[in-house]
């Protein structure tokens, strides 16, 4: 039997959490320019949400926006559902990728940090990755694949990140779990361990502040801190049929921080 042809391949589609912003937004838009559809979250912010999709157009690609807050899980049935409406309206009932990207920052040292600040970390960084992606599961093509975004964190010890580091570090071995369990689907699962990127993550702490942006550039290798478009690449990249055999990995994009 020949093999089907490019042209008449179905699109590849995403989910991408936190996609209206920041390395979410970079990663949807490379993605576009690879060819690929995106469902994204957003938080709260629509109308920088639909800047995105937007822009997705622009490229010639297909984007829809989602409201979801990932550390309420009792809201993943009802995001699911909007998903699959998605997906039906473009006349599949699958997707391809996802990619668990949203999160909240945390900077505190052990002895300042509250029961409450862990609550809200636990339930975005790990309990929301972990539920959020189960739910998903029945969506997921087999053959798909799964990036977890996690941190230099959790190799590079930063006093005050010790929450927020230890939440990714449980992403890392739940990476490894998943690609253990789901290998029968021959869904590949890896982790992508960003190094400090000037966004507006933690305030635009890297990006805003000139003392910390140079302390970062003189730890890394390269000279400079990240920038978005270091990652969303990498991670588009990382998706791709070319990377197929790439699987249970942490692959730190970091420019060479701290080595």
């Not at 179905?10 to 937004?25: C, D, E, H, Q, Y």
């Not at 297909?62 to 909007?82: H, P």
């Not at 920038?227 to 049929?241: E, H, R, S, W």
């Amino acid at each position: 039997m020949a093999e089907q042809s490019e042209a008449s391949k179905p699109n590849k589609i995403a989910i991408v959490t936190g996609g209206s912003r920041g390395l979410g937004r970079n990663t949807v838009l490379h993605l576009a320019a690879r060819g690929v559809d995106s469902i994204f979250t957003y938080r709260s912010n629509q109308v920088e949400a639909e800047a995105v999709v937007r822009q997705v157009e622009q490229a010639g690609r297909r984007a829809v926006a989602l409201s979801l807050d990932t550390g309420k899980c009792a809201t993943f049935d009802a995001f699911v559902e909007d998903v699959g409406r998605s997906l039906s309206r473009w006349g599949v009932e699958g997707f391809d990728y996802l990619v668990n990207n949203a999160g909240i920052s945390h900077h505190a040292s052990i002895e300042e940090t509250t029961e409450q600040d862990v609550d809200d970390l636990y339930n975005v960084h790990f309990k929301g990755v972990f539920f959020l992606t189960q739910k998903l599961l029945p969506l997921i093509h087999d053959g798909g694949r799964i990036v977890n975004i996690s941190s230099g964190l959790t190799r590079v010890a930063v006093a005050g990140s010790a929450p927020y580091a230890s939440m990714k570090g449980a992403v890392e071995v739940l990476t490894r779990y998943l690609a253990k369990e789901l290998g029968p689907r021959r869904i590949a699962v890896n982790t992508v361990a960003p190094g400090a990127v000037e966004t507006d993550f933690s305030g635009g702490m890297v990006r805003d502040n000139p003392e910390i942006n140079r302390f970062v550039a003189n730890i890394t290798a390269l000279g400079r801190a990240g920038l978005p478009d270091d990652i969303g690449p990498m991670i588009a990249a990382l998706l791709a049929d070319d990377n197929r055999w790439v699987n249970a990995q942490r692959i730190e994009v970091s420019g060479g921080m701290a080595i």
